[in-house]
Every structure is written in C-alpha cells, then in structure tokens.
C-alpha cells in the first residue's frame, strides 16, 4: 500500500513546511509579474482608478506607475502557522481559521 502524501510538519503540529506553494509560485510567477505589471502600469486600471479614489490629488497629482517590476525571482514562504481564530461577537459558532506565513 501507497503511503498517503501529507503536508510535512516541523516540530509544531500547526506549522506546516510550504515547499509545495514555493514550487507553484516558482513556476507561475512570470506570468503574474506581467499580469500585474499590466494592471499597475495602465493607467486607467481599476488598479489606478482605486489608487486615485483612495489617495488624496494633492499627494497623487498626475503620477502614474510607467514601469512596475516585482523581480525574476518569487518569493519564497516559509513555514504556515495555521490556528483557530477568536470568536467575533454576533458570530458565535461561526469560528474559522487564520493562516499566518513566514517569508
């Protein structure tokens, strides 16, 4: 019988090693570099069109992102810490779970 592929743990039963996400990230980030690099650096964007709704004109005036670069290289995560979250009032039994990364 075939072991079943599992998440490999370090020392913590809540963190979780991310090498698989690297390796997604590793093999999608060119593409998201251009993505995104296209959505920032058009200036009628709903990227921009946020940017100028949110930042006040005296401060943004006419400026715009020309050239947008995120690196050749993706980022890499860490570890995953993955734990229950608190309770907010008003949602009592509706408790999720919060994700914290490390780069």
Known sequence: ETPKARCPVRSDPGRHDLQW???VFQRLWPKLVNLIGV????????FNKKLRAR???ALL?????????LGQ???TFD???ISDAPE????????????????
């Open 39 to 46: 959505h920032v650096e058009y200036p009628d964007s709903p």
């Open 55 to 57: 930042v006040p004109q």
């Open 61 to 69: 005036g006419g400026m715009h992102f020309s050239r947008f670069l």
């Open 73 to 75: 290289e993706s980022p």
């Open 79 to 81: 570890l995953i810490d």
């Open 88 to 103: 907010h009032h008003g949602q009592e039994g509706m408790q999720g779970i919060e994700l914290h990364l490390g780069f």
């Open 21 to 23: 996400v690297n390796k």
